[in-house]
Structure formats: C-alpha cells, structure tokens
C-alpha cells in the first residue's frame, strides 16, 4: 500500500498549488481519502476529506474557501487545490485515507508527505 504526494514547494503569499496524491496498492473505491497537514512541534490539521465511491466531499472551516478536495478514480489519484496561501499555510500535507469518515487521523494510514511553504 502506498501513498504518494507531490505538487508541494515554495510559494509566494496569494499564490497557488495543487497537491497531487497518488495512491497504489490497495482498492482505491472503498477508501475515504484526505489531506492532512502538520506544523513542526504541532498536531496534524484535518483539512479535508473524499469519498471516492461518491465524491462527497467534507472540508474543515478553517480552509473551505480556500481548499478543495478532488479525485480522479480512472487514475488513483486525489488532490488538494489551495488557492490565496497564506504563512500560516507552510506545514507538511500528507494525503490519508481510511475505510471510513470522520476518523481519527492517527487511525488513518499516511504517505509520506509533501512539503509546501508559503513565503515571500
């Protein structure tokens, strides 16, 4: 099983990216897939989630304006475009997914993650 994330890197403040998250290894029409983030020294932030069987998407409040979940089932693929980053946006987003929603994201099995930092 495997998660691959890529689409992180520098960017500047108002600037956007598009995580990619590629996942194999598994049957990726029962999972729910998320992204996840985490600050150095701090607890990872849920910030959005997928149902690949029905593409209901959830999104945490913080950041539903500004970030949206996607997939492409044809390609095992999921992605978070994030649009006007902020500082407060520099952490390592780390596409999850579970069996079901609303778990505990420690529960949920993570790649590696990728990198993104928002700065001038």
């Known amino acids: 099983v495997q998660l691959k994330e890529s689409g992180g890197g520098l960017v500047q403040p108002g600037g956007s990216l598009r995580l990619s998250c590629l996942g194999s290894?598994?049957?990726?029409?029962?999972?729910?897939m998320h992204w996840v983030r985490q600050v150095p020294g701090k607890d990872f932030e849920w910030l959005a989630s997928?149902?690949?069987?029905?593409?209901?998407?959830h999104s945490a409040d913080s950041v539903k304006d500004r970030f949206f979940i996607s997939k492409d089932n044809g390609k095992n693929m999921v992605y978070l475009q994030m649009n006007n980053l902020t500082a407060d946006d520099t952490a390592l987003y780390y596409c999850?997914?579970?069996?079901?929603?609303?778990?505990?994201?420690?529960?949920?099995?993570r790649g590696q993650g990728t990198q993104v930092t928002v700065s001038e």
């Open positions: 999850a997914k579970s069996r079901l929603p609303d778990v505990p994201i420690e529960t949920m099995q």
């Open positions: 997928i149902s690949v069987v029905t593409g209901r998407t």
């Open positions: 290894g598994f049957t990726f029409t029962t999972q729910w």
